[in-house]
């Protein structure tokens, strides 16, 4: 059986679902939540468990467009993925 594959929006690379951070933005405003066990309602995004990764989609204003919402503040989103994953912490 086939493992689903998601596109990271940071690096564009297609992997495993499994093997990616998903966020959904919350409903009626423009936060970026982290999504660890891939379960919460609403439209995802997934990044992969790498700075670089965080800082294109930053760059790119990716998850803004991936998650439909206007005004994503991207220092509140690295800072929900750093809850998450030790690897994207903002840095100090």
Do not use: F, W
């Not at 936060?31 to 379960?39: I, R, S």
């Not at 992969?48 to 800082?55: I, K, Q, R, V, Y």
């Amino acid at each position: 059986m086939d493992r689903p594959v998601r596109t990271c929006v940071g690096c564009r690379e297609r992997s495993e679902k499994s093997l990616l951070l998903r966020l959904v933005g919350r409903p009626g405003t423009c936060e970026v939540l982290a999504d660890p066990n891939q379960t919460a309602p609403g439209r995802g995004a997934y990044l992969h468990h790498d700075p670089a990764c965080l800082e294109l989609a930053i760059r790119r204003r990716a998850l803004g467009r991936a998650l439909r919402l206007t005004g994503v503040d991207p220092e509140q989103a690295a800072r929900a993925l750093g809850s998450v994953s030790p690897d994207l912490r903002p840095r100090a």
